[in-house]
């Protein structure tokens, strides 16, 4: 056990990035430049700076993403004590569970080819994948199981989190018969990273190379991840230290090889290329160089396909997903002996934080929530594009009116130059319905919820000058008032 000396907080240099897929931008168009993003800097990193000194933190790596960007990135504290390295962005960490994100990109790329199925089962493709089931009549564990936590597997392969001996490809088929699962497929959602290690089994056989080389040439390169490894020891590798025990000290944590679980843990990289990562996941358009995956499959990749039983999270392909107020988050957290990594993406705003750290008892998530919170909602705003609405039309109030059908009644409202529907029959008011102006006097119908025809065509039929029908959607109702 070393002693943890008190850490002194110290500043470093933005390093400069050079290539297609991401850079550290300086430029006076940077969101830094603007005094807000500024002073929400300087916020952060004043708490900072006083959660290392009085929680006896060794470092942290911190970094902000904008759309293509790393437009923030810092090193506090060391990266190793005894020798008083410091923190720097190119700090190479273990990032444990982030490499769930990797398999799970590398099992939907191979998707795209028509290689693999989510709904396969996984012995297409691993014929030895046996377990002890839940129950005598469990249906089989798929892809998509593997991928969402949805499979009932157990969460480990063994006590490798204690005496740090991970087994090995082969000792993992080898004690498959003999694991129980405590649920059924689909029962509830429960975290395996035995599952994941299969997952990259699965990746190993349908490409025919091994996971970390299939990341190698599949993701590492596209995306420029130069700094980014699978189980290889770095001289620029942060020291991993054990939690803060009651007289300060800090156990140091050897290298720890994630062997034949690689593809549930095994990852190491930087906040520079774990930048690159969370900037391909903004992308838009078919697979191709910096694009790992289509449109579609990212969107499938971040939407909820399994919930915690709570409801208050749920889970992606791969990525976490949650919700705090009115916003959307995805990403993932990592922890591996010495090291507590989070990641949190705002997809609509496209901003992203990574936090890194090399301590197992930092709060990686609490932090991320706070840097998220401050800088990255600063920036936020700051690139934030309004929305182009049609400048509102006094022409267009002689829409209000009261509108009947089969199915009921609307009203229709001026309300602060926006013409605004409600049901004046219902127990209560509710939120009115927006129809937003796309042209030609037509509007679209938009709503909080996706009842009704959200999002649909809403247009009025004039006789003779005068509005005698409401037309939204393939229904219409006839003005009565």
Do not use: C
């Not at 437009?71 to 190479?92: C, I, N």
């Amino acid at each position: 056990m070393r002693a943890l000396h008190r850490t002194a907080i110290l500043s470093i240099l933005l390093v400069g990035l050079a290539t297609a897929a991401i850079s550290i931008r300086a430029s006076a168009q940077s969101p830094t430049a603007t005094p807000e993003v500024q002073a929400q800097i300087d916020l952060f990193s004043a708490w900072l700076d006083g959660q290392i000194e009085i929680r006896g933190l060794p470092g942290v790596v911190v970094g902000v993403v904008s759309g293509d960007d790393l437009v923030w990135a810092k090193g506090f504290g060391h990266a190793d004590l005894e020798s008083g390295r410091r923190m720097e962005t190119d700090t190479r960490f273990r990032m444990a569970s982030h490499s769930k994100l990797f398999t799970a990109t590398s099992i939907m790329q191979l998707r795209e080819q028509g290689r693999i199925r989510l709904d396969d089962p996984v012995t297409d493709y691993l014929p030895w994948f046996t377990f002890q089931g839940a129950a005598s009549d469990d249906p089989p564990v798929t892809i998509e199981h593997l991928l969402t936590h949805s499979s009932g597997l157990p969460r480990e392969a063994g006590s490798h989190w204690t005496d740090f001996e991970f087994p090995t490809a082969e000792e993992v088929r080898s004690l498959m018969p003999d694991r129980q699962a405590p649920f059924a497929p689909e029962v509830r959602w429960k975290y395996s990273n035995l599952a994941y290690t299969i997952a990259g089994m699965v990746v190993e056989e349908v490409s025919g190379v091994r996971w970390a080389d299939y990341l190698r040439q599949n993701i590492f390169t596209p995306l420029g991840m130069s700094s980014s490894s699978v189980d290889v020891a770095d001289s620029k590798m942060a020291t991993g230290y054990g939690n803060r025990m009651p007289d300060g000290s800090r156990e140091v944590f050897p290298f720890v090889d994630a062997r034949g679980m690689a593809a549930a843990t095994g990852l190491t990289s930087t906040v520079e290329d774990m930048a690159r990562f969370v900037s391909a996941q903004f992308r838009t358009g078919t697979r191709g160089g910096d694009r790992l995956l289509s449109t579609g499959s990212l969107r499938e990749m971040h939407r909820v396909r399994m919930l915690e039983n709570t409801w208050t999270s749920g889970q992606g392909i791969g990525f976490s997903v949650r919700r705090v107020d009115d916003k959307l988050f995805v990403g993932h957290g990592g922890g591996y002996p010495g090291y507590t990594t989070n990641t949190s993406i705002q997809l609509d705003s496209k901003v992203g934080v990574i936090v890194l750290t090399n301590t197992g008892d930092s709060n990686p998530s609490q932090i991320a929530q706070q840097l998220m919170s401050t800088v990255g909602e600063a920036v936020a705003s700051a690139t934030a594009t309004k929305p182009a609405i049609a400048a509102w039309n006094p022409a267009w109030a002689r829409f209000a009116g009261t509108y009947r059908s089969r199915g009921g009644e609307t009203r229709v409202l001026v309300m602060n130059e926006r013409l605004v529907t409600m049901n004046p029959w219902a127990t209560s008011i509710g939120e009115p319905t927006y129809l937003e102006p796309i042209g030609d006097g037509t509007f679209r119908m938009m709503a909080p919820t996706g009842g009704g025809p959200v999002g649909e065509i809403v247009r009025f039929v004039e006789e003779d000058g005068v509005v005698v029908r409401m037309v939204t959607g393939d229904s219409y109702s006839v003005r009565v008032r």
